[in-house]
């Protein structure tokens, strides 16, 4: 029987990985898989998250399972690291939660739910947008279509184009929106631009899903929240994705967390629909990274450590993103790149072809997705020159 299952297609970032590996010049870049990288191309444990695990160690006396949503304590601190103590307390009653299987099996209990209030349901999502996106929309058979995001020209966001678009969303559907750091742009609205995306939300009646897989990464905790806050605090429901891989280097440990804000006496509904749908996936959502999380979250000293060392990774992209604009000035003797240094989180597109993104993985060993997207944290301060000249030098035979 497993012979009639159909081939299919690799991902195109872990095969870019794949190729990457393969290749044995040493001077190769990899600026694809989307994984933060120190100066020395290590993704380091975090001070932090070493104390907490083993202050786990010694203090945990038991493996039993905890909730189908997940641990309460984690449930709780996450919340409020998100929404902030003052707004996750005043819209406690209206809040449901459930840990999750990383960020993307949050992004997916989000349209499984969503798709269960409204079976007729479409998903809009910007042009571009992070593929699993995609993968995961058509695994689940939901009608989806793209909104305008993304001006090539400017590489700055096309609000025209999107809120034209999003005026024309149907109550009932969902939209998609990343909450900070554009995955693969790095091109994010600004806080008055939020405040017109919401308004247009507002009127349409459209539930909006928040994917919030960089909080810290771009200009602080804080300022990195300011839409899914907005969101939040003026319109009746909102679904909001998180992820802990990034912020605190759990990559492997599979933390996410989904909060449905709701109607308050819905809110019991919607945690039992989160619950249920758990159960039918995995049951219970994985412990360990939700107790190291927790355990930061709950103690100053802890908290305080990883917010500082979570700003030494934040600080150390921006510069890389300075360094990277003001070389490609220097080289090609135009503003073309100067976009760079104004996004935000690990991705930006260059902007250069599908044939020169394979002239540069080809002759320079510089290896990116065929859209152009690089991952800055993919770089230091000794690769930046090296990128920057041979993407000038392949821009300059065209």
Same mark, same amino acid.
């Given at each position: 029987?497993?012979?009639?299952?159909?081939?299919?297609?690799?991902?195109?970032?872990?095969?870019?990985?794949?190729?990457?590996?393969?290749?044995?010049?040493?001077?190769?870049?990899?600026?694809?898989?989307?994984?933060?990288?120190?100066?020395?191309?290590?993704?380091?444990?975090?001070?932090?998250?070493?104390?907490?695990?083993?202050?786990?160690?010694?203090?945990?006396?038991?493996?039993?399972?905890?909730?189908?949503?997940?641990?309460?304590?984690?449930?709780?601190?996450?919340?409020?690291?998100?929404?902030?103590?003052?707004?996750?307390?005043?819209?406690?009653?209206?809040?449901?939660?459930?840990?999750?299987?990383?960020?993307?099996?949050?992004?997916?209990?989000?349209?499984?739910?969503?798709?269960?209030?409204?079976?007729?349901?479409?998903?809009?999502?910007?042009?571009?947008?992070?593929?699993?996106?995609?993968?995961?929309?058509?695994?689940?058979?939901?009608?989806?279509?793209?909104?305008?995001?993304?001006?090539?020209?400017?590489?700055?966001?096309?609000?025209?184009?999107?809120?034209?678009?999003?005026?024309?969303?149907?109550?009932?559907?969902?939209?998609?929106?990343?909450?900070?750091?554009?995955?693969?742009?790095?091109?994010?609205?600004?806080?008055?631009?939020?405040?017109?995306?919401?308004?247009?939300?507002?009127?349409?009646?459209?539930?909006?899903?928040?994917?919030?897989?960089?909080?810290?990464?771009?200009?602080?905790?804080?300022?990195?929240?300011?839409?899914?806050?907005?969101?939040?605090?003026?319109?009746?429901?909102?679904?909001?994705?998180?992820?802990?891989?990034?912020?605190?280097?759990?990559?492997?440990?599979?933390?996410?967390?989904?909060?449905?804000?709701?109607?308050?006496?819905?809110? @019991?509904?919607?945690?039992? /629909?989160? &619950?249920? *749908? +758990?159960? !039918?996936?995995?049951?219970?959502?994985? =412990?360990?990274? #939700?107790?190291?999380?927790?355990?930061?979250?709950?103690?100053?000293?802890?908290?305080?450590?990883?917010?500082?060392?979570?700003?030494?990774?934040?600080?150390?992209?921006?510069?890389?993103?300075?360094?990277?604009?003001?070389?490609?000035?220097?080289?090609?003797?135009?503003?073309?790149?100067?976009?760079?240094?104004?996004?935000?989180?690990?991705?930006?597109?260059?902007?250069?072809?599908?044939?020169?993104?394979?002239?540069?993985?080809?002759?320079?060993?510089?290896?990116?997705? @065929?859209?152009?997207?690089? /991952?800055? &944290?993919? *770089? +230091?301060? !000794?690769?930046?020159?090296?990128?920057? =000249?041979?993407? #000038?030098?392949?821009?300059?035979?065209?």
């Amino acid at each position: 029987m497993l012979e009639q299952l159909s081939p299919q297609p690799a991902d195109k970032i872990l095969a870019l990985t794949a190729a990457f590996r393969a290749d044995p010049r040493e001077n190769k870049i990899d600026l694809g898989v989307g994984v933060y990288r120190n100066a020395q191309g290590l993704t380091p444990i975090k001070r932090a998250v070493k104390a907490a695990e083993r202050r786990i160690l010694d203090t945990q006396d038991t493996k039993v399972y905890t909730e189908l949503t997940g641990d309460p304590a984690f449930r709780r601190e996450l919340t409020g690291l998100i929404l902030g103590a003052e707004l996750a307390q005043e819209l406690e009653p209206q809040l449901a939660s459930s840990a999750s299987v990383g960020g993307t099996g949050a992004v997916r209990l989000a349209l499984e739910l969503a798709r269960a209030a409204n079976p007729q349901l479409t998903v809009h999502y910007s042009d571009p947008t992070w593929p699993n996106h995609i993968t995961i929309l058509e695994a689940l058979e939901i009608p989806h279509r793209s909104y305008r995001y993304f001006d090539a020209a400017s590489s700055e966001v096309d609000l025209t184009g999107m809120l034209e678009d999003l005026a024309q969303v149907k109550a009932g559907d969902v939209v998609l929106l990343h909450g900070c750091c554009h995955n693969p742009t790095g091109a994010n609205p600004t806080p008055q631009q939020w405040q017109q995306i919401a308004g247009v939300l507002a009127q349409t009646g459209a539930l909006p899903l928040v994917d919030l897989a960089y909080q810290g990464f771009g200009d602080g905790l804080e300022a990195d929240a300011f839409a899914t806050r907005l969101l939040a605090r003026e319109l009746p429901e909102v679904l909001i994705a998180a992820s802990c891989s990034k912020n605190f280097a759990i990559y492997r440990e599979r933390t996410g967390l989904l909060i449905a804000k709701s109607r308050a006496e819905g809110r @019991a509904t919607v945690q039992a /629909n989160m &619950a249920a *749908l +758990n159960r !039918q996936n995995f049951s219970f959502p994985p =412990d360990h990274g #939700a107790r190291v999380v927790s355990t930061i979250l709950e103690d100053a000293e802890l908290c305080a450590d990883w917010q500082s060392e979570l700003e030494d990774v934040r600080l150390s992209m921006l510069e890389l993103r300075e360094q990277l604009a003001a070389e490609l000035r220097e080289r090609t003797g135009s503003d073309r790149f100067d976009f760079i240094a104004r996004h935000r989180g690990m991705f930006s597109r260059l902007g250069v072809t599908p044939q020169q993104v394979d002239q540069l993985r080809e002759e320079y060993g510089i290896y990116m997705t @065929a859209d152009s997207r690089v /991952n800055i &944290a993919g *770089l +230091n301060s !000794q690769t930046v020159p090296l990128l920057a =000249d041979a993407v #000038a030098e392949v821009i300059a035979e065209s």
